[in-house]
């Protein structure tokens, strides 16, 4: 599982990592279709379509995507950072500086905290956090790790009136080892790194999924909720599309501008119906340039699940929620859709696509596009099927059936016609494996040579 964001439960006390049940992009095919790179615990390796597995290339990597010309990826990785030396080095003058600051005033703070919960953190949440609705973040686990080592005394003293002590001094350093983000693009000589990793963006905020532009020397990435374009050659003139961008975006087949979903509230409430704006804004000039272009609305979604938003070839735009009507909103009980917008039309709307009732999965967050847009592949989180969509007609079909495990594996396609995914080879199978799907013909294992580690996170639950 992925770390979605890190909270500090009680100043000093039981700080805890929130996951979720995420189906995560693993496998990422080059525009040529011949490697793909895929992310095992070890690093980020390619491999071949006969499923040779190369050696990691580069470590704690937790997304990629490759550059159009199909000769390196941009990649974002989470650095190990067990103390503030490290971390102070990795990040900028701009953000050491509050981080220190805040890890001076931190033990007033925490002591004031302990002393109003009479010592007992299990009810710092409840007495705090909740009521004031406050969301701690990583900077506040920043300035704990700098007050660890900076005033390691005072630390002491303050951790000596907590219970769990060890424990909390373990989540606090594994906090630190994924603390650091970075968004790099590697350059490659055949299955080898050509050079240093190129550094774009490195910050103790959450990176997102940077995605190059298919026609442009640039990349898009979220920084926190803040959907960004920058050159990728490093240079500062970037742009911000969208102060509130939620879920997964994508480019428009020309390259030139971006789709996504901007919630309308402040905040995102997972377990609950949320409205989002689907846009397109131009972010790429003619010179293939950043620019702040004009922004289209092109329909609002309802969503029980984190939005993904994706241009077809021709242009249209494809994304999955609820059925909303507004001003009566939507009802988390209806069944989530997909639809179509046209952005090439006046005052277009989104079109459900028809599908039969109950044959979609109710979750429709995660989902990869074929390369013609004929159709999507959809891996729910709460089992492991595997579901294929025809878009023109709505027709959906099984590629891999139940088998009692849970999706956490985004399916990705090579091309229009042949789907990888992971998923348990047969029921009672303890060993889950990629696995090549074509339409009429026998799905093949194509990870059975692989050590058992690289395999062994595509799907929970198998018993």
């Known amino acids: ?147 660890r080592d900076t005033q390691p005394d005072t630390f002491r003293k303050l951790l000596g009136r907590v219970k769990g002590t060890e424990q909390f001094e373990k989540e606090l350093t594994d906090a630190g080892n994924a603390i650091v983000q970075e968004i790099s693009v590697l350059r490659l000589d055949g299955n080898k790194l050509a050079g240093q990793p190129v550094v774009l ?38 742009v911000a599309v969208s102060d509130k961008v939620t879920g997964s975006y994508g480019w428009t087949p020309d390259g030139k501008a971006l789709v996504f979903a901007a919630r309308l509230s402040e905040k995102w409430d997972q377990g609950t119906i949320n409205l989002a704006h689907i846009q397109q804004r131009v972010v790429i000039g003619t010179n293939g340039e950043p620019i702040e272009g004009d922004a289209l609305l092109l329909g609002t979604g309802a969503f029980a699940f984190t939005p993904r938003v994706r241009s077809l070839p021709d242009g249209r735009v494809l994304f999955a929620s609820q059925p909303v009507q507004l001003p009566a909103g939507a009802n988390s009980e209806s069944e989530a859709r997909f639809y179509i917008v046209d952005p090439g039309k006046a005052n277009a709307a989104p079109i459900a696509i028809p599908s039969e009732p109950g044959a979609l999965p109710a979750d429709l967050a995660a989902f990869a596009l074929s390369s013609d847009g004929r159709y999507v592949a959809i891996a729910e989180s709460g089992s492991d099927v595997i579901a294929l969509m025809e878009i023109a007609s709505g027709h959906v079909d099984v590629a891999s059936p139940k088998r009692g495990a849970r999706n956490r594996t985004m399916p990705a396609w090579r091309g229009s016609d042949e789907l990888y995914f992971a998923a348990l080879p047969e029921t009672g199978a303890k060993r889950p494996e990629w696995i090549r799907w074509r339409k009429g013909a026998t799905p093949q294992v194509i990870s059975g040579r692989w050590p058992d580690t690289a395999v062994q996170d595509l799907v929970e639950g198998q018993k």
């Not at 941009?74 to 102070?88: D, F, G």
């Not at 919960?117 to 409840?126: G, R």
């Not at 963006?201 to 020397?217: N, Y």
């Open 1 to 147: 599982m992925n770390i979605r964001r890190t909270f500090v439960l009680l100043a000093v006390a039981a700080l805890f990592l929130v996951t979720g049940c995420i189906v995560d992009e693993r496998m990422f095919w080059s525009p040529d279709g011949q490697r793909a790179a895929v992310r095992v615990p070890e690093g980020l390796c390619l491999v071949d379509t006969n499923g040779n597995l190369s050696a990691p290339l580069i470590s704690d990597v937790t997304f990629a995507a490759w550059l159009p010309d199909g000769r390196g990826l941009v990649v974002l990785r989470r650095l190990s950072a067990t103390n503030w030396h490290e971390i102070s080095r990795l990040i900028s003058p701009e953000e050491r500086a509050p981080v220190e600051a805040l890890a001076v005033g931190l033990p007033g703070l925490i002591s004031g905290i302990l002393d109003a919960a009479s010592n007992d953190v299990s009810v710092i949440e409840e007495k705090f956090f909740k009521p004031l609705k406050l969301d701690i973040g990583v900077g506040f686990v920043a300035g704990l790790i700098c007050l």
């Open 201 to 238: 963006e490195r910050t103790l905020a959450e990176l997102r999924e940077p995605r190059p532009s298919p026609s442009a020397a640039a990349v898009a990435f979220a920084r926190d909720d803040v959907l960004t374009v920058m050159p990728l050659d490093g240079s500062t003139n970037r």
